[in-house]
DNA sequence: TTGACATGCAGGTATCTACCTGCCAAATTT
DNA sequence: AAATTTGGCAGGTAGATACCTGCATGTCAA
C-alpha cells in the first residue's frame, strides 16, 4: 500500500464526494458519475484516475462504459496503519493535553 | 469538525512524520521537532501550523518554548465519518468488486 | 455504414503548496 | 546589560494541482 498516494487522493473534497456517489450506488459509470459533480467530464476523469492510482477505486470495461466501484483495502490499512494506532492511545493524549492546558 | 482541513493536513508526509513523532513522545518543542526533520525550521512552524489549524494539534506556550500536543478529537472525527461507514460495507463493496471482476 | 454516444489523450493556465532566506521580538543565561 | 536561545513574520520561487478546451478513438444502434 502506498499511503501517500492514499492520503492524497483523500485530501480533495470532490474526490470524496466521489467515494461517497459510489457508496451510494457501486458500479456507476463516468458519465453517471459527472452529472452533478458541476465541473467538465475531464476533471472528473482525473479525479477518477487519482483514486484509481491510491487504489481506492477499481474499474471494468464493460462495452464503450468504464464502471467503477469502490475498493476498500486501502482504505482498511490506512485504517490499521494509522487511524487504530491514534485511537488506541486517544485517551492518553487527551490526557497530557489537557493537564498541559491546565498549567501542568 | 472542518474535514478538508483534516485531510489536507494529513496528505503530507512531513506531518504525518511529526504526528508519529509526537505520537512518540508528546509535549515536544519546535526546536525539538526540528531536530532531524531535514528542512528549515520555518518549513516545520509552516507545517505544524497546519496541523494546528485542522486541530490535529494543538500548543501552549511555555516560556520562550511552544510545546506541540497531539489533539486526537479531529482524527477520532474522520473516523466516524469516513473510516467506519466504509468500514461497515467492507465486504459488500469487495463482494461488489470481485463478482464484476468475474465478469459478472 | 453512418451517426450518436462514452471515454481517452494532449496541452494550456491560474492558483496552491512546500520549500527557502533574511530579519525581528521575546525570554533566558551569564 | 549583553549574548544566546527560541520562536515569529514577510516575502520570494519552483513545482504540483485542479481546472479548462479541443480533438481522437472506440462502441453501439439505426
Redesign the interface.
Known amino acids: 500500500m502506498d499511503?501517500?498516494k492514499v492520503?492524497?487522493a483523500?485530501?480533495d473534497?470532490t474526490r470524496?464526494k466521489l467515494?461517497d456517489r459510489l457508496?451510494a450506488r457501486?458500479?456507476q459509470s463516468l458519465g453517471e458519475l459527472c452529472e452533478d459533480l458541476e465541473m467538465a467530464r475531464q476533471s472528473a476523469t482525473q479525479h477518477l484516475g487519482i483514486l484509481e492510482e491510491a487504489n481506492l477505486v477499481?474499474t471494468?470495461r464493460r462495452g464503450r462504459e468504464k464502471?467503477h466501484?469502490?475498493?476498500?483495502?486501502s482504505?482498511?490499512d490506512?485504517?490499521e496503519r494509522?487511524?487504530r494506532?491514534?485511537?488506541r492511545?486517544?485517551l492518553g493524549?487527551?490526557h497530557?493535553?489537557k493537564k498541559?492546558?491546565e498549567g501542568e
Do not use: T
Not at 466501484?69 to 483495502?73: C, E, L, S, T
Open positions: 499511503a501517500d492520503f492524497r483523500l485530501a473534497p470524496r467515494l457508496y457501486n458500479g477499481s471494468v464502471l466501484f469502490i475498493n476498500p483495502v482504505l482498511h490506512v485504517y494509522w487511524v494506532k491514534f485511537e492511545g486517544r493524549l487527551l497530557d493535553l498541559q492546558l
